[in-house]
């Protein structure tokens, strides 16, 4: 396998992962607070949805943006007031979620739009462009020397086409993603509002007691899970793709929730189980059909990886990772 081949599967693994890791990284902070969120696909898919609608109507991918994450923090603030303020069933909230908007995003569509379920393509001002940084080869670089960026690739230098094809190029989402992480550790085990998220995940009473809102809290962590939810499904339709189209998520919410049992609640680990999710699904992508000693894997046997390895990952891992102790329980003040 050539090098520049490497060098293209792992960026487009750096693409794919993008919205598995901010997905992660909402439910990190849901689940740290003790509020078990399996309703990520559902705001991801909503976030998707509105993003691509007012970016199709105003051609301005920022507004999209903007309304994506608005759509998401009102599904944060439902799951918050099922699950924190009525104290009920938090998976069953969770997937009632993923129905509303799993039906909503389609029927709204359509009544919007009038093509069956999608969204009109974006096209520039609608979409997130990448971000083509100094000295690296890009569209400019082909239209001056009249040659494809990928002849001009393939004859630069190793080290040039690491710069080129893996570091730049990417939409502001993807930087904004993986920044995210060191900021999620810094939050959750350098600042008091990270040791008191923490802690309510924990043993909520113990924060109670000592004068701090668990409501709050957890109210705090389910808006922040919105916010990123909010930005990943708004990089699906307006940076990874150019439009929304039905069920776009496809299951991410779930492999992300498989990610994060991988990584046991922890950032840096979570960043290493998306980019493993997110090389699956470049493989997938890249080699459509794979010849092992005579035998041809099938293009739909890899496409399936991303799935099958979610399924092993939650049954050989779901007994040794352990959850914070006070997750999926409602806190009710003692008197």
Not at 226 to 234: K, N, P, R
Not at 280 to 286: C, H, K, V, Y
Request: proline share 4%.
């Amino acid at each position: 396998m050539e090098f520049l081949t490497i060098i293209q599967i792992l960026d487009s693994t750096i693409r794919l992962a993008t919205p598995l890791l901010l997905a992660c990284l909402a439910g990190l902070f849901s689940e740290r607070a003790g509020i078990f969120d399996i309703g990520l696909e559902g705001k991801m898919l909503m976030a998707a949805f509105f993003s691509a609608a007012v970016a199709a109507v105003t051609g301005n991918v920022w507004l999209g943006l903007l309304a994506g994450i608005a759509a998401s923090l009102v599904l944060s603030v439902l799951h918050g007031v099922a699950s924190i303020t009525f104290r009920g069933n938090q998976l069953i909230s969770g997937v009632a979620i993923n129905f509303l908007a799993s039906g909503l995003t389609v029927l709204i569509a359509q009544d919007w739009f009038k093509q069956g379920g999608r969204t009109p393509s974006l096209f520039s001002g609608g979409r997130f462009e990448g971000w083509e940084w100094p000295f690296a080869i890009g569209p400019a670089d082909a239209a001056a020397t009249g040659q494809p960026v990928s002849r001009l690739m393939a004859e630069a230098n190793p080290v040039h086409q690491v710069y080129s094809e893996l570091l730049s190029g990417h939409s502001i989402l993807v930087y904004f993603a993986f920044l995210a992480v060191p900021a999620t550790w810094w939050i959750l085990f350098r600042t008091r509002f990270g040791l008191r998220l923490r802690a309510v995940g924990e043993n909520p009473a113990a924060v109670d007691t000592a004068g701090v809102s668990v409501v709050g809290l957890r109210y705090a962590a389910v808006l922040i899970c919105g916010l990123l939810c909010g930005i990943a499904g708004a990089y699906l339709a307006t940076a990874l793709q150019a439009g929304f189209v039905k069920e776009m998520t496809a299951g991410r919410g779930f492999i992300a929730l498989a990610a994060l049992i991988f990584a046991k609640w922890r950032p840096w680990h979570a960043m290493g189980a998306c980019l493993l999710f997110g090389l699956l699904q470049a493989i997938a992508l890249r080699f459509q059909n794979i010849e092992l000693g005579g035998l041809t894997i099938p293009v739909q046997a890899m496409d399936a990886l991303p799935y099958v390895l979610t399924v092993v990952i939650l049954a050989g891992f779901v007994g040794k990772a352990i959850p914070p102790r006070a997750g999926g329980q409602p806190y009710v003040k003692e008197r």
